[in-house]
Every structure is written in structure tokens, then in C-alpha cells.
């Protein structure tokens, strides 16, 4: 029996294969980072999520380096001193008028059994008129309230008058309502 060697080119494809196989593995081994040039190896020959903060040196990132070039927050500080007391601030704008010492004044016809009635309030010195009114007293539904508005800033009038002829006596009393005005 003849032993047969495999050819020249036989065991040339054989140790390409083998190297071929395990050369990266090997490589992996055998190469390291000493043996490297610095600057050739970029982003794209580093897989994902390979590197962690391990592999990173303390203070070397600069904010280039993050997303948007922003560093990420960190937690938030203790709380600081309270500062100097600041300058006082503008004067405000004038505040809308006001009203004080409200007071209603009223004043009442006398009672008789005429055909009208008018009446006149003036609110007191120093006082402007901020509202009104009036009412019929004593009448049986027969009297209408025929005016009751504001005269002037300090006085308010009323007028009444018999709708049907009434025996009853019946008077007419206004209202002011007077107050002192801020302006």
C-alpha cells in the first residue's frame, strides 16, 4: 500500500483555512491596546454597549462629548444662604376709587290723601351719592311709583301718583345712598 501525501497546494489551502478560522481570535488575544497606534481605531470598530464608565478615564469627557453637547445633570445641591434683602421695588399704579362711611339717608313725604307725591334726599356734606331708591308706603296697590333716579352727584328724587282715586293716605319715601369717594 502507497501512502499519499497531499499535495503542495492542498496544504497551502489547509493553513489559509486555519488561519483564516482563527486568525481574528488569535488576533484577539495576542493584540493589545499597547500594540495599537493612537488615533486609529474610531467609533465604528467598537461594537455597542461594549464600553462602560470602567473603560472611560475619570475627567477626560469634555461636553462635545455628550448628546446636544450638554452634560447630563446631576443631582441637585444643598439648599444655598438666603441673600441680602433687595432695593424696593417701582410705586404700583393708582388703585380704582374706593368708598367709605357708607351711609343711606332716607326721607319720607307726609302722609295725606292728595293726588301725588315728590320727594328730594341730599346726601350729607362731603358725601357723594352712590345709589337711590324709593317706595310707596300705606297705599291698597292704588299709588304707582312713577320715578326714582339720581338728580345730581348728591341727590336722588322719587315721584309717585294715584292711579285710581284712593281715600287711603298714602306717603312717598327716598333713598340715598351716600358714601366718601377716594378718587
Not at 46 to 60: D, F, I, M, P, Q
Not at 98 to 108: D, K, S, T
Request: glycine residues 14%; charged residues 15%; aromatic residues 4%.
Amino acid at each position: 500500500m502507497k501512502i499519499r501525501f497531499p499535495s503542495p497546494a492542498m496544504i497551502v489551502a489547509i493553513v489559509a483555512l486555519v488561519c483564516a478560522t482563527t486568525g481574528s481570535a488569535v488576533a484577539g488575544a495576542l493584540i493589545t491596546g499597547a500594540q495599537i497606534k493612537n488615533g486609529t481605531i474610531t467609533g465604528l470598530d467598537v461594537r455597542k454597549e461594549t464600553l462602560t464608565s470602567a473603560h472611560v478615564k475619570n475627567g477626560s469627557l469634555r461636553p462635545v462629548d455628550f448628546k446636544g453637547g450638554k452634560l447630563p445633570a446631576g443631582p441637585q445641591g444643598p439648599m444655598g444662604a438666603q441673600g441680602a434683602k433687595g432695593d424696593q421695588g417701582p410705586q404700583g399704579a393708582q388703585g380704582v376709587p374706593g368708598l367709605a362711611a357708607l351711609q343711606i339717608v332716607g326721607v319720607e313725604s307726609p302722609s295725606s290723601s292728595s293726588s301725588s307725591r315728590n320727594v328730594t334726599v341730599t346726601c350729607p356734606a362731603g358725601k357723594q351719592l352712590v345709589g337711590g331708591g324709593a317706595e310707596v308706603i300705606g297705599a291698597s296697590g292704588d299709588v304707582a311709583l312713577d320715578e326714582s333716579y339720581p338728580n345730581t352727584q348728591t341727590t336722588w328724587i322719587a315721584r309717585a301718583y294715584e292711579v285710581n282715586a284712593t281715600a287711603d293716605n298714602w306717603s312717598l319715601a327716598a333713598y340715598a345712598i351716600c358714601a366718601q369717594v377716594a378718587s
